[in-house]
């Protein structure tokens, strides 16, 4: 095969596709950005891209990660994706198409309802029937609290890598745990690290506990 | 350690953006200009420039438009330094004129355009592929596989626009400015060229008779590039032995291809040409592919620019064999792994690995099951205040004039969301600047009040010839600037009316006020759109006016308040919903303007104290002034 442009040599591992969705200023972009500077880091060849759309005003968002040597796409093909992080459970179901059968999808219960439900121009279904749903795609539905455990972290702000502790958590990754966290803890400034290193804690720990 | 796209580094691997790669490329090779004008997917490019210019010594600049961005870039070129200009696609087409005659003067230091195409329109008023422009100038176009080769290209592009003495095109796609990746670094050129002008009137003053002169120098260069190409690195054959099949895949189809081609057990079974330089074609390469396969198939983003031209080839060359590109990879939508996975499939008889109708079924079963969830104007935001003021003046104008429900022109931005209900304010969208322009056309075939909108930013970059027009050729519109400090669509960069330029410096404040009363505008009024009454009034003195009318709305956006408020430590008044005075079967507060903060829970009206930013329009349209701020 000729090459992308890009030099091989990395650590080799299977491939894993990861989908994180949420809404606009759920901080998904930066979910997928320490994962990735994170493989970097432990020497995994590391794809993804971000769909934004003009997401910052309340839209859909979702970025991916994919890592391993036959990886060369930026985004996942339908019925590839291994793992979908969901900051949002009807973003989880927007996404679903793209999961493979084996796949895991974690899940943050806690639900934005967007306008055009108040507006009654539709309908947002509940967590029960969104978990229903998604068991028929995927073999493995674990549904977290992401903002409690954010807030006992210290903010809200950090729910994004309470979920990224869950990922962790489920020993599926490649990347070593103190890696991520060494990439976290650079990420912010002194009190955001703390906070977010905590909220990863909770995160790895409430998924260790399922 | 943690790099940076400053970081002097080279060997070690950085996961980027594809918008820091290129500018990181552009760092690596000395680039000493760099001029823009905001627009997604390519904004990342001169931001990433600008955060690090002091220390590597490289003038950056929001330009008022992209034509100014080539302008200024290309200038710079003349001067003999390295120079660039970044844009969206649709950003090329503002730039097109100087381009089309930049292209017969060549370049002297080197020349880089990045022309962002936008496929499926993530953030875009159309699709574009803008191969094409590239064509009609006779610039050669390099065109990444992966986001490590954008940053090569961009690195390489200047040396080779220097060599070749003609500006180069980076055409990327969405998927690679917004992409990312582990990215190899490269060394970084501390290489700093004292700018000199050299006169050359008989080249560089394009009268016709030196225009005639250049043109044949213009063909003289692109044919040497034309001989060059082939050996170019970023163009590469593998033949498969005894393959009946060979795939030519332009820029980042080529990874789509690679991927398709593992994921189908087909790797090694079908040779592949990658082309990194659609324009011009490496000629010998697609000759010898052609050559040695029975049947083609070209993979490439948006048009078949590649596929018209290697069709041309085999014509001149005769050499037979059955094409396919456009006819099984669909012209709309953005190309993905999954849709050359299923191309290949089709030609080769193979069963692709996952069952993509099955997926698609999945699709189909949950689409109605789903909230609807578009972008919407943020909770505060000053343009649904204006847009609501604006609509009520409207209504109320036309029919003191026994007139027609008016005509609002739009333009783009931000603003553009208030399209949808509830507000419903704009009639016609076309391209940045045409929401004044088309409402010049308007008023004159038309016996109902034109409205015209145009944001801050639109303003500055093509409003100001509209407003002339207007007062020249007597159109009679109120034209509205929806004057929030900012770019904000785009990501909140300075322009001339915010005082800032890209590095941070102070500027220069322009006033949107003196410049429509200098383009002779008689009615010229600035309202604070939270203040309802008011600017109601004000919108109907100015529906009224016998004259082109201007009514500049300003308020800060409310992201950027509530970011200051933040710094400060500040909190904002905020407010809520007192539940005895509310009628819950009343909703006029949200059915009005759609806020997102404004939600009904359990039959009840309430204010998401996490999204209110405290603009108050709500308690202004409250008629049982049931909401009050917030006690603190
Ligand atoms: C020719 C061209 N260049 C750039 C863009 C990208 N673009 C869309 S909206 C916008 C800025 C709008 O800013 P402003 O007019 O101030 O409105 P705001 O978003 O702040 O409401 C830009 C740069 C475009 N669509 N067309």
């Keep these: ?210 | 350690m943690k790099l940076s796209v400053s970081s002097d580094a080279p060997g070690q691997k950085m996961f980027m953006l594809g918008n820091e790669a290129i500018a990181r490329g552009a760092i690596e090779a000395g680039v000493q200009v760099a001029a823009a004008y905001p627009g997604t997917p390519s904004t990342e490019i001169l931001e990433t420039l600008s955060s690090v210019a002091k220390d590597f010594g490289i003038y950056t600049e929001w330009s008022v438009n992209e034509k100014l961005a080539f302008e200024v870039a290309f200038a710079a070129s003349l001067c003999g330094v390295r120079a660039m200009a970044s844009m969206k696609h649709v950003g090329v087409n503002v730039a097109h004129d100087p381009l089309m005659t930049a292209s017969y003067i060549g370049a002297r230091g080197g020349m880089v355009l990045v022309s962002a195409d936008d496929p499926w329109a993530w953030s875009s008023q159309n699709e574009q592929d803008n191969r094409y422009i590239a064509e009609q100038g006779y610039l050669p176009v390099l065109e990444p596989s992966s986001v490590q080769e954008a940053k090569d290209m961009m690195a390489d592009a200047f040396r080779l626009s220097e060599e070749f003495k003609q500006p180069f095109i980076l055409r990327t796609v969405t998927r690679i400015n917004h992409g990312r990746s582990d990215v190899l670094l490269g060394e970084i050129s501390r290489d700093r060229r004292k700018g000199f002008f050299e006169k050359e009137p008989s080249r560089l003053v394009l009268t016709p008779a030196e225009a005639r002169k250049d043109r044949p120098l213009m063909l003289e260069r692109f044919d040497k590039i034309k001989k060059a190409v082939d050996s170019f690195p970023y163009n590469s054959l593998e033949l498969a032995d005894g393959a009946r099949l060979g795939i030519i895949a332009c820029g980042l189809s080529y990874s789509y291809t690679l991927e398709a081609l593992k994921w189908l057990g087909l790797d090694g079974k079908v040779s592949v040409l990658k082309i990194g330089t659609p324009h011009p074609l490496p000629e010998e390469l697609v000759k010898k592919l052609l050559g040695s396969v029975a049947v083609v198939l070209v993979v490439e983003e948006l048009e078949p620019f590649v596929e018209h031209h290697v069709k041309a080839i085999a014509a001149e060359s005769g050499i037979d064999v059955k094409f396919h590109g456009k006819d099984l990879i669909p012209l709309i939508g953005e190309l993905s792994t999954e849709k050359v996975t299923r191309a290949i499939a089709k030609l080769t008889n193979t069963t692709p690995p996952v069952d993509f109708a099955e997926m698609e079924r999945i699709r189909q079963e949950t689409a109605p099951l789903l909230p609807l969830r578009p972008p919407t104007l943020c909770a505060g935001c000053p343009h649904r205040a204006t847009q609501y003021a604006m609509k009520i003046a409207g209504k109320r104008v036309a029919k003191q004039l026994g007139k027609g429900e008016p005509v609002y022109t739009g333009d783009i931005g931000c603003y553009t969301l208030s399209y949808l209900p509830p507000i419903e304010s704009m009639d016609l969208v076309l391209c940045m600047g045409a929401g004044f322009g088309t409402a010049n056309g308007l008023a004159h075939v038309l016996d109902v009040p034109v409205i015209a909108q145009v944001g801050d930013s639109t303003f500055f970059h093509a409003g100001i010839p509209a407003m002339i027009n207007a007062v020249y050729n007597k159109a009679k519109i109120t034209m509205v600037v929806l004057d929030n400090s900012a770019t904000a669509m785009t990501g909140f960069q300075p322009h001339p009316g915010t005082g800032r330029t890209a590095s941070g410096d102070v500027a220069a404040q322009l006033k949107i006020e003196d410049i429509a009363r200098a383009c002779g505008v008689k009615f010229v009024e600035v309202i604070d759109p939270f203040d309802m009454e008011e600017s109601i009034k004000i919108f109907e003195k100015a529906m009224r006016f016998d004259g082109p009318s201007v009514v500049v709305s300003r308020r800060p956006c409310a992201m950027l308040v509530q970011r200051d408020a933040r710094k400060r430590g500040e909190e904002l008044i905020l407010y809520r919903v007192e539940r005895e005075r509310c009628d819950p079967k009343c909703s006029a507060c949200f059915k009005l303007l759609g806020c997102p903060a404004i939600v009904r829970e359990n039959g009840l009206t309430v204010i998401d104290s996490s999204l209110c930013t405290g603009c108050s329009l709500c308690a202004q349209v409250c008629h049982h002034k049931a909401i009050v701020e917030v006690a603190r």
């Design chain 1, 1 to 210: 095969m000729p090459s992308q442009g890009d030099s091989r040599g990395g650590k080799i591992v299977k491939e894993l596709n990861i989908l994180i969705v949420g809404v606009g200023g759920q901080g998904v972009i930066l979910m997928s950005e320490v994962l990735g500077n994170a493989a970097v880091r432990d020497g995994i060849r590391v794809r993804g891209s971000e769909v934004l759309g003009m997401a910052v005003r309340g839209g859909s968002v979702s970025s991916t990660i994919r890592m391993g040597d036959d990886v060369y796409g930026p985004l996942i093909p339908a019925g590839k994706a291994d793992i979908l992080v969901a900051m949002e459970p009807s973003e989880a179901l927007r996404n679903i198409g793209f999961m493979t059968k084996s796949g895991l999808v974690i899940l943050n219960a806690r639900a934005v309802v967007p306008f055009t439900v108040s507006l009654g121009m539709s309908n947002y279904p509940g967590l029960e029937k969104i978990v229903e749903k998604l068991k028929k795609s995927a073999s493995r539905v674990v549904v977290l609290d992401a903002i409690k455990l954010a807030e006992e972290a210290g903010s809200v702000q950090s729910a994004n890598i309470v979920m990224v502790g869950a990922l962790f958590g489920t020993g599926l990754l490649p990347i070593k745990v103190s890696t991520i966290r060494e990439t976290i803890r650079e990420r912010f400034p002194a009190k955001a690290a703390q906070v977010n290193d905590v909220a990863f804690h909770l995160g790895f720990e409430a998924y260790s506990a399922l």
